[in-house]
């Protein structure tokens, strides 16, 4: 039977590649300064796509932990909420006086 579910809504945007350091999950792909190893940053694409770990598959990680717990769209809806809580770590304008400005 083919699979009807709408596909993850993936814009692209890398931030769950540039914060992997966030994550115990993802900790070991972690180049050290948070960002994937694999992660190439000029283009936002992953350097072993095809290869890619199962804690970077959305569709994996449902059918292997979340599927009897929850819905597909309420699993998307749960990602898309980081997706965006990502984003918005980078889209966050430094506080003024909290910089390394010189006095
Ligand atoms: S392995 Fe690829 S998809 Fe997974 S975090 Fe690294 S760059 Fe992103």
Redesign the pocket.
Known sequence: MPDARAPFPCSQC?K??EH?GNLAA?AD?DRGDGV?????QTTR?????DQ??D??RVDRQYALHYQPLMSWEAFVALNTRGCKTLQALDDTPTAPGSGAAPD
């Open positions: 890398g769950c590649c992997v993802t792909l994937c190893k694999f992660y190439e694409q992953c350097r072993i796509y890619r770990p804690i970077c």
